[in-house]
């Protein structure tokens, strides 16, 4: 009975590398959705993603990230060339209906970048 | 955008006090969740509301919805060390599709 799964739990790039965050939904669940969190700040929603289907994408950086939930394996979080600005907390939560907002958040993925 | 305007932003208290914190926001949410963030996990849900007005409580923890909808607040009875973590409030509004707002958190930390 495992909750949401990310991987790593701490990622560390050089800048101008490329990052890619796992998360596993919890068993039964097709909607994942990814913030992240700058330190001593809260979480900022980046996308909402249905397997297959990016949803709601509203708060996801224009350049150098991306999102996908395929139909088999995990959703990742794509970040291409890193920069500083980009070492945060990743966070990812899955719902079952994508009814109602209490999900249930992973334990992060932190990316630190150097 | 929308913000959530959150505070106190640290307490420092003794083992046995209660604790209140709020969050406030210049435009309506339909909803108002509470969480709770250990150092270096994601955050746990706490309590959630869904009606203006609406006052529940999980265990030692008290939260209402308040009646314009513009503000919420979080009420810890008879805090014990293990409630010492990060606090956040967040809402969402119909007018933002997905999104949770989140505020930017209450540190809470309990000497006992």
């Known amino acids: 009975n495992a909750g949401v799964m990310q991987n790593p739990r701490h990622l560390v790039r050089r800048r101008g590398q490329e990052a890619r965050l796992r998360c596993s939904p919890m068993?039964?669940?097709?909607?994942v959705y990814w913030y992240r969190q700058l330190p001593e700040e809260g979480l900022k929603f980046m996308v909402y993603?249905?397997?297959?289907?990016?949803?709601?994408e509203s708060g996801m950086p224009k350049e150098r990230f991306s999102a996908e939930f395929p139909k088999e394996g995990p959703s990742i979080l794509r970040i291409q060339q890193v920069v500083r600005g980009d070492s945060a907390a990743y966070f990812c939560a899955s719902s079952r209906t994508g009814q109602g907002l209490g999900y249930t958040f992973g334990s992060g993925t932190r990316l630190t970048v150097v | 955008g929308q913000q959530l305007n959150q505070s106190p932003q640290s307490m420092f208290i003794q083992e046995g006090e209660d604790v209140s914190m709020n969050c406030t926001s210049s435009?309506?949410?339909?909803?108002w969740l509470w969480y709770k963030q250990d150092p270096g996990e994601g955050p746990v849900l706490l309590i959630a509301?869904?009606?203006?007005?609406e006052l529940t409580s999980n265990g030692r923890l008290t939260a209402q919805f308040g009646i314009t909808r513009k503000d919420s607040f979080l009420n810890i009875s008879a805090s014990i060390p293990s409630d010492v973590g990060i606090y956040f409030c967040?809402?969402?509004?119909?007018?933002?599709?997905?999104?949770?707002?989140f505020g930017k958190g209450t540190t809470l930390s309990v000497s006992s």
């Open positions: 068993k039964g669940h097709s909607h």
């Open positions: 993603l249905q397997k297959e289907n990016i949803i709601d």
């Open positions: 967040a809402g969402h509004s119909n007018q933002a599709g997905t999104a949770l707002i």
């Open positions: 435009s309506i949410f339909n909803t």
């Open positions: 509301l869904y009606k203006a007005g």
